[in-house]
């Protein structure tokens, strides 16, 4: 990955190649409601255009929807969506939808979403759409969607290391069968489910399919374009607030937790849902921002150094970087793990902020190594320490060096 060779990037209507697909990938715990949900977002108008990449047609029963076979397991259902079963491997299934809509086959394709089994680990699907050379030209990720048990949720967790990932790397968590929650018990089981999953990704949207808030605009519009204007929503797509220290839930709208005394964020020593996160599943999310223009070949050594030696525990990190060469057009990175999508420049900031801000997820890697780290890279060093530069041309003692007094 480069940053100095990012591309600028605009999703206006423009000749030359098509914007590309934004791609969901829906997951979650067993027996967490997939394919009930599935079936009626299969059935909605709003999922015309949309390719949903599913494992085996009769699971979901879909036959009384097919209305046309269009070959390469492709079918058209009666909403318009295309559904097809992956033939292969992922990547040959990406390619034939691209076939169908580049000759013609299929007139258009706005979105597809990717279900993946039980309790698979969505890593490596985001892998296969960033480190493939042409389709990471042809698609874009838009957002990862957790469905969770609200009754089983609270011990899938503590059963489960892939389902807390599975919720830890979310852009919009689903809660399901809520209203089967009719006893005391249940309902402080699911108190400490929702404060859990807090504690894991404070950033998540959190919708409940009983109250009607899992649509298909709500599930799938989380990329960092708004689907309707084109225009990059950095703050939507961020939300760094909810990471903030002094970040409550009940100040943040779109959370739907019991958010009077949980705090949205990463070190404050009395939030409850944190300290449960720490002691038990070592999972952080944290966000590190600030106001100086960082080098490209300064975030680029950072980045490449975090993802070689410690790419296993970043689950997912997003931001927007203020470049010192070319302060006025900032830089969006996103990565899974060891894998960064191709940093992208855009045309101008989005709003009046301009900091750098950066979401971290990960596991038993500690903010405050990965902030010092950042800190030393970016130039925010002792004035008793050796100069950054010093630092980036010997960047395996990074480690060694301490953030300056807060």
Sequence with gaps: MSVADASPVSEKPARGPKPPIPVSVLTG???AGKTTL??????DPAMADTAVIINEFGEIGLDHLF???AGDGIVELSSGCLCCTIRGDLVTTLENLLRHLDNGRTERLTRVVIETTGLADPAPILHTIMLHPYLVMRYRLDSVVTLVDAVNGLSTLDEHEEAKKQAAVADRIVLTKTDLLNSEESQRSFSDLKSRLLALNPGARVLDTQTGEATPDTLFNAGLYNPET???DVANWLNAEAYEPNHHDDSH????HDGDHHHGHHHHRHDHAHDINRHSDAIRAFT?????PVSASALEMFLDLLRSAHGPKLLRVKGIVQISEDPDRPVVIHGVQHVFH???????WPDEDRRTRMVFITKDLPEGFVRKMFEAFS?????DTPDSDAMLNNPLAVTGFTSPPR
């Excluded at 590190?288 to 100086?292: E, H, N």
């Excluded at 130039?379 to 004035?383: D, H, K, Y």
């Design 29 to 31: 715990f067993l027996g």
């Design 230 to 232: 084109k225009i990059p």
């Design 288 to 292: 590190l921002s600030t106001d100086r």
């Design 67 to 69: 209305v046309d076979q």
């Design 342 to 348: 191709p940093p992208a420049t855009l045309d101008a």
């Design 38 to 43: 599935l079936n009626r977002i299969l059935q």
């Design 379 to 383: 130039g925010a060093l002792r004035p």
């Design 253 to 256: 709208g779109h959370h739907h």
